[in-house]
């Protein structure tokens, strides 16, 4: 039959047609396009949670131990206190003290009853104590209460000096004691740097000039001034 062979033809036709448009189309470039949908955030599947923020506490649970700062104490400087003081005190010796120094007393030192005339941290003052006692006759003195040694006077002051020989200070001593008639004054026998007896301190030099001239009226001829220790 003649149909089958018309068919075949057609189909063939065909085919070449669709391979020719095939050949001439060009190629779309393979772009996807992304649906604005997908960058949209669906609030209905979305359940904000809540964080349970805790702030860190300002000292740890245990804390350890802290030491004190240690402070070194700052040292002090060592003081030297001295001591205005005068034997065999009575209530008239203390009254002449007083005069000098209103605070004196009566205590006990080196387990015996003395006056405290005074007590400094300065040993200047306190040989300006005890040689005002002494140009008044009483006998003071001086201990360093750091040693317990008696400090001797270093200034210098006014005496009255008679030189003479050893076997006639007593004699010499005794004379001014009996003229000096109970005049406040220290009289001593000294063997440096010669042998002589000694009247004072005096503080001033018109005390110790008063008293030259008064023993040179008296006999005593070779007393003079003398300034020194």
Known sequence: ??????????????LAVVANATETQPIAENKKTIPNSAFRISNSNFTPRELDFQAPSSAPANP???KPLQVNP???PRTTNYLVYV???????LQRIKQFEP???VRQYQQRNVIQ???FQQTANAQKLAIALESQGIDARIVNLSTGEDTDFTGKFYFVVIPAKQ???GAIEQRIQQLRMGMPVRVSQRQEPRTHVRVGPFLAKEQ?????RYLRASGLRRARVYYGQ
Not at 1 to 14: K, Q
Not at 87 to 93: D, S, Y
Not at 208 to 212: I, L, P, T
């Open 64 to 66: 350890a131990p802290v």
């Open 87 to 93: 034997n065999n005190p009575n209530a008239l010796t």
């Open 208 to 212: 110790a000039e008063n008293w030259r």
């Open 103 to 105: 605070s004196a007393f």
């Open 1 to 14: 039959m003649a149909i089958a062979p018309v068919v075949t033809l057609l189909v063939g036709t065909w």
């Open 167 to 169: 076997d006639k200070l």
């Open 117 to 119: 005339a005074g007590i």
């Open 74 to 76: 700052v040292p002090t």
